[in-house]
């Protein structure tokens, strides 16, 4: 059986399953747009799942792969790319793994009780056009899945895998239905553990194991239609997983990652509290060209909104110590129509007039 009539057999089963399981609920209660606080299991017992306590001490290639004793994990890639003459494009590429039950595990392929979502975008500057699509799957061999040697992670057709026997360097493709991605990333700083060496504590009750990988160089082509581009740039990684990432005082979260011109990364990000709207947990770290990493102390640091698109805050004002800079959407529209909303686009750095570097952001829980 090919994939096409697995997943055209499955599609609306499957479909209910996942909505089901993320958000343990009723059918009637499923909501148009699902918030990232219910996906992440805001309102899922966790208990039975395996805890993050910190007693992990993270290992190389193991960790690549896939934690399914854990409730929430995902592989996220960001670039950063431009064509010969000067134009610029976003890609972002985002496998979610969810386990619908703590015991998950079975001898029956077909009985695996962990589901794959995968969400793809490519954010056109010139255009200031966005396109973005999303895949759902249970875990097969012939579906989705992870593997860490050698390193596949993949949904369907839409997958990162490794080259070679090393985990670097990594090929990224895919095909959605008026866009293709085929880059080739190569890892140039070293591997980053955020948090305490990749524990992450988000509140006294939750927190994720969390590791990066900035700064990847990066090449290949994109199509859009029938037009392609040679592109070359710069890709980032984000590696977590969590058996309770978030809890039900916050609502979302922003996540900015960016890379300057002079070789430094700059990563930050903050929980919003749901009643007061206020950061919370805030954390923040210098990447430096020789990837020594610098936690930035929170009274060492600050951002704000000036300036909003729909709900979505797409300009910030940023200061660390004695820098101010401006961190600016593209453009404005890069929202997810997905089933989780969220906003996820490429950003520019601007210190006075000058533009001094670029990234991404990500907004979360601005309904």
Aim: glycine share 8%.
């Amino acid at each position: 059986m090919t994939t096409t009539t697995l997943r055209n057999s499955l599609g609306l089963a499957l479909y209910l399953l996942v909505v089901l399981g993320f958000m343990g609920c009723n059918s009637s209660d499923i909501p148009t747009d699902s918030g990232i606080a219910e996906w992440l299991g805001e309102t899922v017992d966790s208990s039975q799942f395996a805890p993050v306590d910190g007693s992990h001490e993270l290992t190389f290639p193991t960790d690549h792969g896939s934690h399914d004793d854990f409730m929430t994990e995902w592989w996220y890639i960001t670039s950063v790319l431009k064509t010969d003459a000067g134009r610029e494009f976003g890609v972002q590429f985002t496998i979610f793994r969810r386990a619908l039950a703590p015991d998950s595990r079975s001898e029956n392929l077909w009985d695996s009780g962990q589901v794959y979502m995968a969400h793809v975008a490519l954010s056109d500057v010139a255009r200031r056009k966005h396109y973005d699509e999303e895949r759902i799957s249970r875990e097969h061999p012939e579906l989705a899945g992870v593997s860490t040697n050698p390193f596949r992670a993949f949904v369907e057709n839409w997958s990162v895998s490794s080259i070679s026997g090393d985990f670097s360097p990594l090929s990224l493709r895919f095909q959605a239905d008026s866009f293709a991605v085929d880059l080739r990333m190569s890892q140039t700083k070293s591997i980053v553990l955020q948090g305490e060496n990749g524990y992450s504590v988000k509140s006294p009750e939750h927190a994720s194991y969390y590791y990066s990988i900035p700064r990847m160089s990066t090449e290949g082509s994109l199509t859009i239609g029938k037009r392609s581009y040679e592109v070359v740039g710069l890709s980032w990684m984000d590696r977590e997983w969590s058996s309770g990432l978030l809890g039900r005082q916050y609502e979302g979260w922003y996540w900015f990652a960016l890379s300057f011109e002079d070789g430094r990364d700059l990563i930050f990000f903050s929980l919003r509290d749901r009643e007061t709207g206020m950061d919370s947990n805030r954390m923040a770290s210098w990447i430096e060209v020789d990837s020594t990493t610098t936690p930035i102390a929170r009274d060492s640091w600050s951002v704000k909104p000036t300036r909003y698109w729909k709900q979505w805050p797409v300009e910030w004002e940023l200061s660390v110590k004695d820098s101010r800079f401006v961190v600016s959407a593209k453009f404005e529209n890069q929202e997810m129509n997905t089933r989780i909303s969220y906003w996820e686009g490429i950003v520019d750095i601007r210190k006075g007039t000058s533009v001094i570097g670029s990234g991404y952001m990500e907004l979360t829980g601005y309904q």
